[in-house]
């Protein structure tokens, strides 16, 4: 609060006092986190995502999803966020929502399906993916400076350091250690994420993603079965997603 009423001077002007401001995309604010950047970065993913349901909405199944993993993924900076924010937990709501909207599911179907149904990551081991290459680029880029600085925090600052924090948190989730990853005997490809998750679910929950999946291609009109209604699938729909 001090430091918001100091005034000071650049060539005998007044440098403007800021709650935040943006550098290089990445907006950053008087408390040192990421939910101002985490929040703004939401709030574009729901405009791109309602305007891919809006104009692409009535399209073939294939194809809006092509269409929004095409259009509504970038999450520009994103490999920068602290992921203990809590701010992340209101932007992956947000992702869930728009799928759920875009494949007309009800509001209640089970976030497991929606990855299974999209051929994507749930959007929490997407940016864990995303964050963890992030790390990694810089732990072996050919920069001195960006090498030492990645490798002092991961190794000796920890969780006073973003990297190390985030470094942490993936090897908490992902039952890394930090030593195999320094020395890149960690898969980074996205096969590899994509079978952690899959090892989570049960057989059960692959089956019903199965049925869930065949009965949306029967409502999109992709299946035909004789004597059931658009309303009768869509009450089986509502049975099997919720």
Request: glycine content about 4%; hydrophobic content about 40%.
């Amino acid at each position: 609060k001090q430091m918001t009423q100091c005034i000071f001077y650049i060539g005998g002007k007044t440098v403007d006092n800021v709650e935040s401001y943006v550098h290089l995309g990445h907006i950053i604010n008087s408390k040192f986190d990421d939910s101002d950047d985490i929040l703004h970065r939401r709030n574009c993913f729901i405009g791109q995502a309602n305007n891919a349901i809006c104009y692409f909405g009535k399209m073939d199944y294939d194809v809006k999803i092509s269409l929004f993993k095409s259009y509504c993924s970038s999450f520009y900076g994103c490999e920068l966020w602290n992921l203990s924010d809590d701010s992340i937990d209101v932007f992956c709501i947000a992702w869930r929502k728009a799928l759920r909207r875009l494949l007309h599911l009800p509001y209640t179907t089970h976030g497991f399906f929606l990855p299974l149904l999209t051929d994507t990551l749930p959007i929490n081991v997407e940016l864990l993916r995303r964050i963890s290459r992030f790390i990694w680029s810089c732990v072996d880029s050919k920069s001195s400076l960006v090498r030492n600085v990645a490798l002092y925090g991961v190794q000796h600052a920890r969780q006073k350091s973003c990297i190390g924090r985030n470094m942490l948190f993936c090897c908490d989730y992902f039952d890394w250690r930090i030593t195999d990853f320094l020395l890149g005997n960690i898969s980074l490809e996205c096969k590899y994420f994509i079978a952690f998750y899959l090892n989570q679910l049960s057989q059960s929950e692959l089956d019903s993603a199965v049925s869930l999946y065949e009965v949306l291609q029967l409502r999109e009109g992709d299946l035909t079965i004789a004597d059931f209604t658009f309303s009768e699938i869509n009450d089986i729909v509502k049975l099997v997603a919720c």
